[in-house]
């Protein structure tokens, strides 16, 4: 398995395990459940969406961001870069 498709993995992974635990919270939270056990395993879901952001980004810059600034085409790298430029405004709010 190549670092891109461990990466893709990985993120895959995350994503579902989030999916998962974000069910479980609502059924926590329809059954009336202490508000602090959700809040704690609502932050487990931030931490593994923020994981999978993580693995999304490295597998962007691996692959189709390589690919666009190996190549000689100037507009589509300036739009790369103003995409990554506006994911990490994004991940500052």
Known sequence: ??????????????????????????EMKEANRYCVDIMQQ???VIGLLKSANQELLADHLNSCFKAVMNSSNT??????IEEILQLNKLSLK
């Open 42 to 44: 609502n932050l487990a």
């Open 75 to 80: 507009a589509k790298q300036k739009q790369m």
């Open 1 to 26: 398995m190549n670092k891109e498709s461990k990466n893709q993995s990985k993120s895959l992974s995350a994503l579902k395990k989030a999916q998962s635990l974000l069910a479980k919270i609502v």
